[in-house]
């Protein structure tokens, strides 16, 4: 989906430029997987670690104005399960928490083909969630205790990071 429209248009007329929005979205029907040839398959939509996302979302809010641009990405990830909650070995077993990050970016066309972008992806800097976290009987030393993994994947493990890009068109 894409809208965009005019800040005149919206009312605003003393504000120059344009806005956007834009949302990809992503739904995952089945993740079905067979442990060996014959085997009966097992869903893992949804399960952290294993699986896919059930869904995700991308949305993007932009302005524009001239040679001007900014945007502001929102990534969201829902939350997932455990597996082993999921097939019965530990129900005390943590899945991963809804997670979300931030993007900002600015864009700026010089006059004669110069193009110039810069931004700032995890722009709040947020962790990675942790997975498979156990508090077991009682918190650490406790039986069954863990206190699990950094997440990777789609989850951003590098922190805030920002970018320069230029470009030449001739």
Do not use: C
């Not at 193009?115 to 030393?141: H, M, Q, T, W, Y």
Request: charged share 15%; glycine share 14%; aromatic share 16%.
């Amino acid at each position: 989906f894409n809208w965009s429209a005019t800040l005149a248009d919206l009312g605003l007329r003393r504000v120059p430029g344009r806005v956007s929005f834009g949302t990809i979205a992503n739904y995952m029907i089945e993740d079905g997987r067979q442990a060996a040839p014959g085997e009966p398959f097992e869903e893992f939509t949804g399960l952290s670690g294993f699986g896919s996302f059930r869904w995700t979302m991308f949305n993007t809010f932009g302005w524009m104005h001239g040679p001007m641009n900014a945007s502001l990405r929102w990534r969201y990830y829902p939350s997932t399960q455990s597996y082993s909650a999921f097939s019965g070995l530990d129900e005390r077993v943590k899945g991963i928490d809804a997670y979300s990050l931030l993007d900002l970016s600015f864009g700026y066309t010089f006059p004669g083909g110069l193009s110039v972008r810069a931004g700032v992806d995890n722009l709040l800097n947020k962790e990675p969630p942790i997975a498979d976290f156990n508090p077991g009987d009682g918190g650490p030393g406790t039986d069954g205790y863990n206190p699990g993994t950094i997440a990777t994947g789609p989850y951003d493990t590098l922190g805030r990071s920002y970018y320069l890009g230029i470009k030449i068109s001739f």
